[in-house]
């Protein structure tokens, strides 16, 4: 039973590694309330870069620069 068990295990890591290395980039949107000059609105801003830029291939946020200046 022991390496039915591990079989199984193996068979599941086989399938979701192959499923994680396949998936498409997810992309959001990013709005913001408040005035662009605002010191919140700069560290979100920052925020969106740093994630862009390190989460590339996997996640991107693209601002809606109606709401964001």
Do not use: W
Request: glycine share 6%; net charge positive; charged share 20%.
């Amino acid at each position: 039973m022991g390496i039915f068990l591990r079989a199984i295990k193996a068979m599941i890591l086989v399938v979701v590694s192959t499923v994680y290395c396949q998936a498409e980039e997810i992309s959001l949107r990013a709005v913001s309330a408040f005035s662009p000059n605002l010191e919140f609105t700069k560290q979100f801003q920052a925020l969106i870069d740093r994630v862009n830029r390190d989460g590339k291939g996997v996640v991107s946020i693209h601002p809606d620069m109606a709401c964001i200046g």
